[in-house]
């Protein structure tokens, strides 16, 4: 029989912020040592992600304003889950919305969390393989800027290495898929 650590006390939680993709709250705990204090989190729906691989062995990404790091970065495309969707429905309509392109061939690689020191977001992670080409270019999002990159594992790898600005959740995804690439 295993030990269940004991767990905080919740004592009160307000909701500070409702918006369009996540909700901001604090919540007031008691720890098990008898401690009060009060946590600031993030509640978000989770986000899946594709890591979409070419039959020539190419890795499909995307280089995205994101206007809290002030620039551009290399991603891999994702999405935010909808209330009683399913992680694959969601990345299999994101892959074809943010890069065209639609894959026949799926392998869930793993789930993590973006940022748990204040976040419970979780990212599901997705191989995508055997892509087609969709005949119609994919219709952007208003509020999306976005050019779809091709890059090898190789290139990708040395990329992230370098510094240059890749998201933490494409970084993750693609060492969760390196025993699939090389």
């Excluded at 989770?46 to 990404?61: D, F, M, N, Q, S």
């Excluded at 940022?115 to 977001?121: K, L, Q, R, T, V």
Aim: aromatic share 10%; hydrophobic share 40%; net charge negative.
């Amino acid at each position: 029989m295993g030990f269940a650590p004991e767990t905080p006390e919740l004592l009160s939680q307000r909701l500070f912020y409702r918006g369009r993709k996540f909700n901001f709250d604090v919540s007031r705990l008691r720890l098990p040592n008898g401690a009060e204090g009060d946590w600031e989190c993030i509640r978000h729906p989770g986000g899946a992600l594709a890591v979409p691989v070419t039959a020539e062995g190419k890795l499909v990404l995307l280089r995205q304003y994101r206007f809290a790091a002030q620039g551009r970065l290399l991603e891999f495309p994702a999405g935010t889950i909808e209330p009683n969707e399913d992680p694959a429905e969601t990345i299999k309509r994101e892959i074809e919305e943010e890069t065209g392109y639609r894959a026949r061939k799926w392998q869930k690689l793993g789930q993590f969390f973006l940022c748990p020191g204040y976040s419970d977001e979780i990212i599901y992670a997705f191989l995508a393989q055997d892509l087609e080409l969709l005949e119609t270019p994919p219709d952007q999002d208003a509020d999306e800027d976005m050019e779809t990159v091709l890059m090898t594992p190789e290139e990708l790898e040395k990329a992230i290495l370098a510094g240059e600005p890749v998201d933490a959740k494409s970084i993750s995804s693609f060492f969760l898929a390196r025993p699939f690439l090389f």
